[in-house]
């Protein structure tokens, strides 16, 4: 039988490591040649593998980055389509998802309790296939800096999928994301802007006018939330230098839009115009009077919001510190903004100009970004080539990091800074997570290559890990590698 390795053996030995190389590891890191390819790897990807590394080297930094940015001149991995095409519930429409799934007063009490029952225990597979489809295209799609981006644009643009019936929507809404993570800002604002996740997440769709006749049931009169959002989080920023009078404005243009739980009136995804929730009278946005038209007085507002010099900025800002620095330099956010303005809003043209920047390039942002929790054990699946890996198991894992798939209660979504996540606990945890994907848990129990592990950190080891790992027991030293203060850092 395998010897199970016990995880109170490593950690003391790991928690060692792991904060001496913390406290060490800014002024400890040696850089080699093959730093660059490594660094373009950590940030470009969820993890660099040992393939990667080789293959980037064969064919050059260069023709990397420019096939990222083209996702679409990339083939995507033929197992990954095979295991995604078993998901069935992941392309099922959001009209078909209503109907099959939220069950008004009227047709719950027409159901059995054991229907009711199986209704809800298939309604739990959407959200599940969801978040399995999430994970496993961040494991193995080629196409690595769009599931980066999709992720960095979910947290911008976050919901919650436990608010209503959420949870049925957010494969949906992220796919939406997905097709244009690279694309232009202001058709990703107005697909997030349109989409009955955002409108369920935010309380548009109880957003009404307070004397039209709409305005009846839970949608009682005018609803500031998602406006105050579309301009706080999404767009300008909290110092973009809109008002409350614009607040007010912009959630009196959003009355009526709304949801088709129906599935026979909306679009695709289920968004539906209630003119008779709409207010008609016209507004004054940032300076600017909108005539009061209906529908496109909120298409209005957004193409102002996307070309705003504030808009340009704010996310630049976090593009930069995504990518760079939890403190970006502010040359580098200037520039961003600069080429945000000027391609008015083209994604692929800002990171084009960050990830051929000075700055992005300077070795003294190499391996400074610390992981997220997701980011983290997405990146040991990816190091350790586990090519099978238990997605039940994952999950539950990062319900321990306190980072769920799609679970993030707040608006602003999870941060992407080392504060929020380095603490004792947090990184006993993770160690602890460590030394169970090196013992096998994820893959049918068999343990960990450490040769694979190793060569995915490349020059990144640092000399006091490799003499640990050299001291440790054969058995321990996967574990202790995917534990130790390179692991936690891109």
């Given at each position: ?180 993570a690279l694309g232009n800002f202001r058709d990703l604002l107005g697909v997030t802007a349109k989409h009955p996740a955002m409108l369920l997440y935010l309380d548009n769709h109880l957003n009404t006018a307070p004397k039209s006749p709409g305005a009846r049931g839970n949608a009682k009169g005018l609803n500031e939330n998602y406006a105050r959002e579309l301009l706080e989080l999404h767009t300008l920023g909290v ?143 990816r190091a350790a080539e586990i090519a099978n890996p238990n997605y039940n198991r994952l999950r539950g894992m990062l319900d321990r990091l306190a980072m769920p798939i799609f679970l993030c209660p707040t608006p602003d979504g999870y941060e992407n800074t080392r504060s929020p996540w380095l603490n004792p606990e947090a990184m006993l945890t993770r160690i602890s997570l460590a030394t169970a994907i090196a013992n ?51």
């Amino acid at each position: 039988m395998k010897q199970k390795l016990k995880y109170w053996l490593l950690l003391p030995l790991c928690g060692a490591l792991l904060w001496f190389g913390l406290a060490t590891y800014q002024t400890s890191a040696r850089l080699v040649d093959d730093a660059r390819v490594l660094h373009i790897l950590n940030r470009l990807s969820f993890g660099a593998t040992a393939e990667q590394i080789d293959r980037v080297k064969q064919s050059g930094i260069e023709a990397y980055i420019k096939a990222q940015l083209s996702p679409e001149s990339i083939s995507n991995s033929p197992k990954l389509e095979k295991h995604l095409a078993k998901l069935d519930k992941l392309n099922t429409s959001t009209s078909e998802l209503y109907k099959k799934y939220v069950l008004n007063k009227q047709k719950r009490e027409s159901l059995s309790p054991q229907k009711i029952k199986q209704i809800n225990k298939e309604r739990r597979k959407v959200y599940q296939q969801a978040v399995e489809a999430n994970l496993a295209r961040a494991i193995a799609s080629p196409r690595q800096l769009q599931e980066v981006m999709t992720n960095f644009w979910f947290n911008h643009f976050n919901v919650f999928a436990q608010k209503n019936f959420s949870d049925l929507l957010v494969g949906n809404y992220e796919n939406q994301i997905r097709n244009y993570a690279l694309g232009n800002f202001r058709d990703l604002l107005g697909v997030t802007a349109k989409h009955p996740a955002m409108l369920l997440y935010l309380d548009n769709h109880l957003n009404t006018a307070p004397k039209s006749p709409g305005a009846r049931g839970n949608a009682k009169g005018l609803n500031e939330n998602y406006a105050r959002e579309l301009l706080e989080l999404h767009t300008l920023g909290v110092d973009g230098g809109y008002t409350q009078a614009d607040i007010i404005a912009l959630a009196r243009m959003l009355t009526g839009w709304g949801i088709d739980r129906q599935g026979n009136r909306g679009d695709e995804n289920g968004f539906f115009f209630y003119k008779n929730r709409h207010d008609f009278e016209d507004k004054v946005f940032l300076g600017t009077t909108i005539e009061g038209k209906g529908e496109e007085e909120v298409e209005q507002a957004l193409d102002m919001l996307a070309v705003h010099p504030a808009t340009a900025r704010f996310i630049s800002y976090k593009l930069a510190q995504y990518f760079v620095a939890d403190e970006p330099p502010n040359s580098l956010v200037e520039k961003l903004a600069s080429t945000f303005q000027e391609t008015e809003g083209d994604i692929k043209s800002v990171l084009d100009t960050l990830f051929h920047s000075p700055e992005f390039n300077d070795p003294k942002y190499y391996h400074q970004k610390f992981k997220t929790p997701q980011q983290y054990i997405l990146s040991l699946v990816r190091a350790a080539e586990i090519a099978n890996p238990n997605y039940n198991r994952l999950r539950g894992m990062l319900d321990r990091l306190a980072m769920p798939i799609f679970l993030c209660p707040t608006p602003d979504g999870y941060e992407n800074t080392r504060s929020p996540w380095l603490n004792p606990e947090a990184m006993l945890t993770r160690i602890s997570l460590a030394t169970a994907i090196a013992n096998g848990t994820l893959d049918k129990e068999d343990p960990v290559d450490i040769t694979k592990i190793e060569a995915s950190l490349g020059s990144n080891l640092s000399a006091q890990t490799k003499e640990a790992v050299n001291k440790t027991p054969p058995r321990l030293r996967a574990a202790l590698l995917l534990g130790s203060p390179e692991m936690m850092y891109r």
